[in-house]
């Protein structure tokens, strides 16, 4: 068995009452692959120190250029830096710690702008640093072997891809209430970015159909709608995709669809048959070949080369939501082992979603905007 040594991980954000940070620490720990031993959890010195011992972390900054600096400094000095801020910091904190020669696993969107993702992949490459963004259901096992199932061409040539993404939280005015802090700040553009909705999910969606089905679409026709009255950002996304090969999308978002919880799920047909993924019951996969019955595909007796990789529990025990996020941090390690050792990242780990990723969900969210401004007149996502 090869023996990794246990890299040391700083956060910035996350602090008391953080959901996204407290899954975050979660999941780095989880395959003791990271050892999180700093963080700027709070700008207020007090809650940050308060934020770090309730998490138990060593080093407690109240500034993140000052940890950047003081970090790199240090012959103990954190290995990577995981970023779980309100969206409109992603890109500033991102850069001072590249700057600073440090590693970035970074919560997604990339950045609240299309000219700032870009900037950012820019120095991502000149840096030579790793930088992964938490695409959180591409860590899935069967989500891979879906990906390879495709493509090895089982399910024959792609015609249609459909994704879909619901969820019921913002059904009602809730950061009007003072009360629920993700509310607040995911509808404030301020801090989210002029996406609501299409930023928070539709990017989730739109990754993980390009994941499984390999394609991009190059064109987009879409729809975006705020439902709550006085809302600031949207709450509702619904697209049309046009892929190179001819195959046609669509895309739904929605953040105020009454009965749901976090139901996204993916469909893929082929020339051969379709494959269902849904993520509320993610150790299934369900293969319908062209004029066959559905089969059940179940994690753990699947034995793909990626599906493998990231299983870690025998047949029938369940594995979620916090295994995929680990599997993410998993590779992460795998892959700035390599690169410190100046060596080829592991095939293994070359699933991981990047910083050229981000970039790309950043193109969706500018051409849907776009299109649903003319009225969803059709617009290129990519020339």
Known sequence: MTRHRRLRLGMVGGGQGAFIGAVHRIAARLDDRFELVAGALSSDPSRAQASADEAGIA????????????????????DAVSIVTPNH????????????????????????????????????????????????????????????????????????????????????????????????????????????????IGTHAYQLAAFISGMLPESIAADVHT?????????HVQALLRYPNGARGTLLASQVASGAENALQVRIYGTRGNLLFDQQTPDRLWLTPLGGAAQCLTRGRVHSAAATHATRLPPGHPEGYLEAFAQLYADAALQIEAIDAGRPPPAESALLTTVDDGVEGLRFIDAVLASSAANAAWRMIRR
């Not at 080093?59 to 954190?78: K, P, Q």
Request: proline letters at 4%; charged letters at 25%; aromatic letters at 8%.
């Open 59 to 78: 080093r407690s900054y109240s500034d993140w250029r000052t940890m950047a600096h003081a970090e790199a400094a240090r012959d103990d000095g954190i």
């Open 89 to 200: 910091l992603h890109a500033p904190v991102a850069s001072a710690f590249l700057e600073a020669g440090i590693h970035v696993i970074c919560d997604k969107p990339l950045a609240v702008s299309l000219a700032e993702g870009e900037a950012l992949a820019k120095l991502a490459r000149d840096t030579g640093k790793l930088f992964a963004l938490t695409h959180t259901y591409s860590g899935y096992p069967l989500v891979r072997h879906a990906r390879a199932m495709v493509a090895s061409g089982e399910l024959g040539e792609l015609r249609i891809v459909q994704v879909e993404y619901a969820q019921d939280w913002l059904a009602t005015p809730i950061e009007a209430s003072g009360t629920n802090r993700q509310a607040a700040w995911r509808t404030d553009p301020a801090l989210a970015g002029p996406a609501g909705c299409l930023g928070d």
């Open 227 to 235: 439902f709550v009255a006085g809302r600031r950002v949207d709450d």
